[in-house]
């Protein structure tokens, strides 16, 4: 069987042609054995191949199971015990007194009033200078000229009693003189002799009781004038008035207590911090030892001053005792105004260059370790990254550190001053970026 060979077909075994569509037309038989159908080369289906990542499937997933059970076995054991630890050093050591106080002056004089009465002028107001001697108030004086009066009338009527009572004891005095001398001529009987000495000398006591009359009535008079007197109230200082608590037409009774009519600071270019120290920070305070304070209408800005007086009465005020310690300060640009509270800090002790360990190795316990309070102990890490426990003896001691006066710690050495917990530990095996930032508790 010839073909053209422009005719491109090609020869396919019976069992392995792929039946076509039905618009092809049938093929032809002939009358060889092998039965062949020629069909177009661009007619045969090309074969295709299986994807190569299908057999990467099994392994990866087999993989990322082994790794996610390595992960969660690991993260779900005991991590490691993992410490934080500063390192001891040289520097300056502070240690303050913290306290409150009230500024005031130096010295402050509260004038009052001993007698009472209407206030009839006043001539001195607030921030007013006065001098010593200088009129400040007048008190109605007219109840107490009345007074004068009355008491000068009673002196006059015991002057009038006392010559009476003189010119009395004059009379009786001649009448036993001559009782005397006619009983000497027998003219007259001693009866009548004792009666003239008895008139005589109740005569005479009744001059004595007419003069202390008189002087109780000049003590009256001179007491009204005294009243009088302090019915004008002066200054018993220069200074400046710092309060004036009264206003005219205002009554004062001065009974039992004597009313405060002013306060006059002497010198407000220098005044004094009254401080309320708590009996546990008063040992180390002490005439002397520097202090500074800020005040809340300079906040920026400190004031210096020098402890003057430590008092030892103590101050019970809801059963919290402190101690009263005085503190002067210079105010010659007079910012401070009597009354304004002071947040003081006292200076008790300050070395520039001690060997020093944190306070937070101090405060740390190890788990499971007894501890003796009466000891100041901390832990140091060795060489080998073991803690060791160390006994120190301390000295003074500020906010954060505490001076290391004996014991084994050298400049350098590791003290501990806590424990990392579970979270911080997770937090630090985190990529960066991965932690997810500060956690609100």
Excluded: C
């Amino acid at each position: 069987m010839t073909t053209d060979p422009q005719d491109v077909t090609g020869q396919v075994p019976a069992p392995e042609i792929v039946p076509t569509h039905a618009a092809q037309p049938p093929a032809r038989r002939g009358p060889l054995t092998d039965r062949t159908v020629i069909v177009p080369a661009e007619r045969i289906p090309p074969q295709r191949r299986k994807p190569r990542w299908g057999r990467l499937v099994l392994p990866a997933g087999l993989l990322l199971l082994a790794g996610a059970g390595a992960w969660f076995w690991w993260s779900n054991g005991p991590p490691p015990v993992r410490y934080k630890t500063t390192l001891v050093d040289r520097g300056p050591i502070t240690a303050i007194v913290t306290a409150t106080g009230t500024v005031n002056p130096v010295i402050s004089v509260q004038v009052g009033s001993q007698v009472s009465g209407k206030i009839a002028k006043l001539f001195a107001d607030f921030n007013s200078v006065v001098t010593q001697g200088q009129v400040l108030a007048q008190i109605d004086q007219q109840p107490f000229k009345a007074r004068v009066s009355q008491a000068r009338a009673a002196v006059k009527s015991a002057n009038g009693n006392l010559d009476k009572a003189k010119n009395m004891a004059a009379q009786r005095k001649r009448e036993r003189d001559r009782m005397a001398a006619l009983r000497k001529q027998a003219f007259v009987s001693q009866a009548d002799l004792d009666l003239a000495d008895t008139n005589f000398r109740d005569a005479d006591a009744h001059v004595e009781v007419t003069q202390a009359q008189l002087d109780q009535a000049e003590a009256t008079l001179a007491s009204a004038e005294l009243d009088l007197g302090y019915t004008t109230i002066y200054s018993p200082v220069n200074g400046i008035v710092v309060s004036r608590n009264v206003d005219v037409g205002q009554t004062v009774v001065a009974s039992f207590q004597t009313p405060t009519l002013f306060v006059i600071a002497q010198d407000l270019t220098r005044m004094q911090v009254n401080a309320n120290v708590s009996e546990s920070d008063i040992g180390g305070v002490a005439e002397g030892k520097s202090a500074s304070f800020r005040v809340d209408a300079y906040p920026k800005q400190f004031f210096e001053g020098i402890v003057t007086q430590v008092r030892n009465a103590p101050i019970n005020i809801q059963n919290v005792v402190t101690y009263d310690v005085v503190i002067t300060v210079d105010n010659r640009e007079l910012k401070l105004k009597p009354g304004m509270t002071a947040n003081v800090t006292i200076v008790t002790a300050r070395k520039e260059n001690p060997l020093r360990v944190p306070n937070g190795a101090l405060r740390f316990r190890m788990p499971n370790v007894p501890v003796d309070r009466k000891l100041a102990q901390v832990w140091v890490l060795d060489d080998t990254a073991a803690p060791r426990q160390a006994t120190l003896t301390t000295g003074i001691a500020d906010s954060l550190f505490t001076e290391v006066v004996e014991g084994p710690l050298q400049e350098g050495d590791l003290v501990i001053v806590g424990m990392e917990t579970a979270e911080e530990q997770a937090q630090k095996k985190l990529p960066p970026g991965f932690d997810g930032g500060p956690r609100m508790r």
